[in-house]
């Protein structure tokens, strides 16, 4: 059995001084306006780092400038100021070399002097890390510097939870077009797109929930996340990869692989140390008494060589009696495959399904095409435009009648309403059929219908 070490919690003491007088980049510098437009918003500094001593194993018992990490911060105020770790370009055991930047502004936005100046003060200061997107302000030394008191680390707390660092995700996607309240998914390349639902081949993972763009940068995003991002070790699968209990392990492995159309994430990876995790996917063990299947039409159903009674069956073309290309609901009852559903007549509500009849239309509009197992309840027709001449008339019905649904006596071309009819009708015949509307013009030269027809 291995031993995995935790690293203890990192807190370094420091002294910050500026490393050029020139800062690196400005907020704005194109042409959007905003209320901090050509204030500086990073520099290059220079960070003086003592050493910070442990009992663990790991790192030989010691903290020191060669554990600084891009995304760090630096505090040397109170006020909740601080400033994050963009790059660092040299570091040492007591000495980094970086560019830091005044995250979302805020220390800027907080300057009570009004000048908009985000930097913070060139002296004594610490660095420190964040853990599953909160900050980690301890073990605090004894003696704390001059313009520090003990509550500063709760202020450096209540300024990441009111920019939602601890429950939203935040990053930058160069000219990324995304808009706020819309889903979007993480692709393999890392970078984020809007869901299209109508798209077959795209990426339908929801990843989360656009809160806010363009803040305090163009290129900035944060997004309301379908579950916590947490710190997790996924050295396996892309960026955008979702991540599954695996059925097949005895010892409760994951797997990028889809196990059933029921099987729900327990991560999406955002990159090998970060991921959204969401617990709804822990359900799944309890689905194991009953299988979920999705087949190609009803040759490859039949051919699934084991099933329980409750398995359940998508068929995406149920052929014959349903329809060509229409799919098909199935439940397995222990001897046989029970369909309870299909495409023409799923769900409890009454569907509707309507056409606009005009003049100059062909002789026969089709409404619908309708399953065997579907009951026509009732049909309308509501005169849009007037029919002028004379002997206009609709009719609707089928193949076989058409008059089935609705005569010519139940409606009236040449006055405005909307007519009705009730045949409740239930088709029973083999094959799928066309509920039809039939026309004939007379002598108009104008005028238009709508015909709907209802059904379960």
Known sequence: MSIHNVPPPKLLSCNMTVNATTPVASYWTGTVTTDLKGKARSWNVIVSVNT???????????????????GDYITTEGGAKFLRILAISSQNLGQV??????????????DETQAGDGFTETTDGFIFEVKNNMPVLFPLPAVLPAQFTRGFAGEIISRFMQRGKHDTFHTMQAGHNLSESRAVCLKT??????????????????????????????????????????????????????????????????????PSMQALPIYIKIDNTRAVFMASGLDE????????????????????????AGDTAFVLDTGSPEGAGEWGYFVYDGTNWKMISAEDGAGVD????????????????????????VRVLNVSVEVMTLFNGLGATITVGDGANNIRFMEITENDLYSDGKYYSFPNHLY?????????????????????????????
Not at 59 to 68: H, K, L, R
Not at 97 to 110: Q, R
Not at 197 to 208: D, E
Not at 288 to 304: E, K, P, Q
Request: net charge negative; proline share 2%; glycine share 6%.
């Open 52 to 70: 910070q001593s442990h009992s663990s194993v790991e790192n030989s018992g010691v903290y020191d400038g060669t554990d600084v990490n891009v």
């Open 97 to 110: 070399i970086c560019e830091v930047e005044d995250e979302d502004k805020l220390n800027a936005l907080t």
């Open 189 to 258: 390349n890392g970078e984020f797109e809007m869901i299209d639902y109508t798209s077959i081949s795209s990426n339908k993972q929801v990843f989360g929930i656009v809160e806010e763009i363009h803040y305090p940068e163009p290129d900035n995003v944060r997004i309301r996340t379908v579950g916590p991002v947490i710190d997790v070790n996924l050295t396996t699968g892309t960026a955008g990869s979702v991540f599954y209990l695996d059925r097949a392990s005895s010892t409760g492995q994951l797997t990028t692989t889809q």
């Open 285 to 308: 063990a309890i689905n194991n008494v009953t299988g979920s299947y999705t087949v190609a039409d009803m040759t490859a159903l039949l051919s699934i060589a084991s099933m329980d």
């Open 350 to 373: 009454a569907k509707s399904h309507k056409q606009l009849v005009s003049w100059n239309s062909a002789s026969q509009t089709v409404i619908h095409k309708v399953s065997h197992n």
């Open 428 to 456: 029973n015949e083999a094959t799928e059929q066309d509920v039809i509307a039939f026309l004939d013009p007379g002598t108009a030269s104008q005028g238009s219908a709508e015909v709907l027809i209802t059904y379960v």
